[in-house]
Nanobody, 134 residues
Framework: QVQVVESGGGSVQTGGSLRLSCKVS????????MGWFRQAPGKEREGVSC?????????YYADSVKGRFTIWRDDDKNTVYLDMKNLEPEDTAVYYC??????????????????????????WGQGTQVTVAS
């Protein structure tokens, strides 16, 4: 049974920082690309940041978070992280972690992070709320 579990969300002031964690079990983590998506009320789910499987070397960041967010993975812990700094009210959303097996995800991290948020992704977490107060 595959499990994808996010944690680390919370409420912070503008300019604050958070680290989101996504721990995966039940699959060979090394072979899975990972992504962070978010959805704010009334908006479509959008790709925030993605990282290729450990057989690749690509990452992607949405323009709105570039320079502020960092995605990284620890294969020994089967965990992908999203380090967020200089948070803004516009970052308020539910953040979801997704896993997609190499070969089901097409192209580079940019390609499968900016396409449909469902195509190519095999498993999704339950989401964690991030709220940034102005």
């Amino acid at each position: 049974q595959v499990q994808v579990v996010e944690s680390g969300g919370g409420s912070v002031q503008t300019g604050g920082s958070l680290r989101l964690s996504c721990k995966v079990s039940g699959l060979f983590f090394y072979d899975y690309g990972m992504g962070w998506f978010r959805q704010a009320p009334g908006k479509e789910r959008e790709g925030v940041s993605c990282i290729s499987s450990s057989r690749g070397d690509s990452t992607y960041y949405a323009d709105s978070v570039k320079g502020r967010f960092t995605i990284w993975r620890d294969d020994d812990k089967n965990t992908v992280y999203l380090d967020m700094k200089n948070l803004e009210p516009e970052d308020t959303a539910v953040y979801y972690c997704a896993a997609g097996r190499r070969g089901r995800l097409s192209g580079t991290a940019k390609d499968y992070c900016t396409g449909s948020s469902s195509v190519g992704w095999d498993y999704w977490g339950q989401g964690t709320q991030v709220t940034v107060a102005s």
